[in-house]
């Protein structure tokens, strides 16, 4: 363990190094280089910017409005045949928006029944095993503009089952 604490406390710097020592050794502009890939990085952010408040903003919508609860009611049968408790229904939808208001869930999860219990450790691994699919599909694909995902929502929500399922068989 102490190695790789070593490690990665050296890991780091040494990338650092190593690609700015390439650089200069190669006579390219390092500095240069750098300020415009932080040119571009600010390019990206911008473009992604309206997405990112629209979804945050839907997020905050359906918690507050109450339609998440009325949803997560409607889906506590379902939920109880495929063994997934009651408490992750809500965790589950919102995992496929956002990870912060998942994680948000998760937190009020482990407040109410503990980190070690049986939901809080089927909570942690189903957000190790599930991925914010909405986001990703419309951040990636609405960056660089692809209007047609063909397969890709059909496989991630595919994925995010297989997650799902997996966090049940782990944890029970």
């Known amino acids: 363990m102490a190695l790789i604490i070593f490690l990665s406390n050296c890991l780091v710097p040494l990338i650092i190094f190593y690609i700015t020592g390439f650089g200069i050794l190669s006579k390219r502009p390092v500095f240069d280089d750098f300020l415009k890939g932080a040119r571009d990085g600010l390019k990206t952010v911008v473009k992604i910017l309206p997405t990112l408040i629209g979804l945050m903003t839907a997020t905050g919508v359906l918690r507050a409005s109450g339609f998440l609860d009325f949803l997560s009611g409607l889906l506590k049968t379902p939920a109880s045949v495929l063994h997934l408790p009651s408490p992750l229904v809500p965790v589950l939808i919102v995992r496929l928006i956002s990870n912060s208001a998942a994680i948000g869930l998760v937190l009020d999860i482990f407040k109410e029944?503990?980190?070690?219990?049986?939901?809080?450790?089927?909570?942690?691994?189903?957000?190790?095993?599930?991925?914010?699919?909405?986001?990703?599909?419309?951040?990636?694909f609405g960056t660089v503009k692809i209007t047609k995902t063909r397969y890709t929502l059909a496989g991630a929500l595919a994925a995010t089952a297989a997650g799902v399922i997996a966090s049940i068989l782990l944890t029970s």
């Open 113 to 140: 029944y503990g980190t070690d219990s049986s939901v809080g450790m089927m909570a942690s691994v189903l957000m190790s095993c599930t991925e914010t699919v909405f986001y990703c599909i419309s951040i990636y």
